[in-house]
């Protein structure tokens, strides 16, 4: 067995195991700045002056300070000082700073990217999947009729695009 959690590094306590509580408050300090991150800012290189217990960043790529070698964790202040988690792929904070979600790709942190296969209001689909381009006018000698053609092939692709209904 190890001596921690796999995905979050949760100290265990073991059993026999001299000042228990002092394990299981870093598991819950821990457990409290990751469950349902936000975060004041994301790539942040310089830590705050001034934290309060509570509040989180997402370290830059070259951090220095307090938050030197730690370029890319999670940094949440605490009573006992600063404490670092390594992000995971997949792991999402909200950003205070910027009003958007950030998440963590496995080698980056992106900012405001929102990445789906559709788009549903109401159960119906808006968006979906990207349909082929439709050509541009070419010539002929009636511009009214080619424009009617135009109008009409943007309108199918609206259409099936889920953007217009049917």
Known sequence: MTDATAR?????????????????????????????????AVLVDSPPSDPVPGQ???VGESPTGAW??????LAAWSDGGWRFV???????????????????DGAAWASGE???????VDGIAVVGTQQSAIADP????APDMEAR??????????????LIAN
């Not at 390594?86 to 963590?104: E, H, K, L, Q, Y």
Request: hydrophobic share 55%; with cysteine.
């Open 149 to 162: 053609a135009a109008i009409s092939a943007i309108l199918a692709a609206f259409r099936s695009h889920g």
């Open 56 to 58: 989180c960043w997402v």
């Open 114 to 120: 929102i990445r789906g296969r559709r788009i549903l």
């Open 8 to 40: 979050l590094a949760l100290p265990f306590i073991s059993s026999g195991q001299a000042q228990k509580e002092l394990f299981h408050n870093e598991a819950l300090v821990r457990i409290d700045a990751l469950l349902q991150p936000a975060v004041e």
């Open 86 to 104: 390594a992000p995971r792929a997949g792991m999402t904070v909200w950003s205070i700073a910027d009003n958007v979600a950030a998440r963590f």
């Open 68 to 73: 030197a070698g730690q370029a890319l964790s």
């Open 138 to 141: 070419v010539g002929g000698t």
